[in-house]
């Protein structure tokens, strides 16, 4: 769990698969007894599929989420010929860490009239259920 560094992108193989690739930063859960700060981790996650079109249209930077995948080790040669390792979590299912920001200071609820529009009402009006 952790929030996303920078606005995602959908990219699509060859095939046409949507694939995505972003990064998490996660913060530890304790605090350094030298300096009281806590330290942040920073977490390479790739989303195909229908994850990562559900993550390009509804995440960005900043928004908090919860990823559930696996974590694999990637080894490569760079350009230079040096070899690199590399560890990202390929994501299964990426939920909301938080609820959508709204600008709005108060909530807004509406309930369908019979003309099959929408009408405002407010929060204690007696019909809601809950």
Not at 11 to 36: C, E, L
Request: proline share 2%; charged share 30%.
């Amino acid at each position: 769990m952790g929030r996303i560094t920078r606005d995602l992108e959908l990219r699509r193989t060859q095939d046409g698969t949507a694939v995505t690739s972003f990064t998490v930063a996660v913060d530890d859960d304790f605090k350094s007894k030298a300096t009281g700060e806590k330290k942040t981790y920073f977490l390479d996650v790739v989303a195909w599929r229908h994850a990562a079109e559900f993550a390009c249209q509804y995440l960005g930077k900043g928004r908090m989420v919860v990823v559930d995948g696996k974590l694999t080790v990637r080894d490569w040669t760079d350009k230079d010929g040096n070899k690199r390792r590399n560890a990202e979590i390929i994501a299964d299912n990426i939920y909301f860490g938080d609820s959508k920001r709204d600008d709005a200071a108060a909530p807004q609820y509406a309930a369908e009239s019979a003309a099959g529009g929408f009408t405002e009402v407010s929060e204690d009006d007696g019909m809601l259920p809950f």
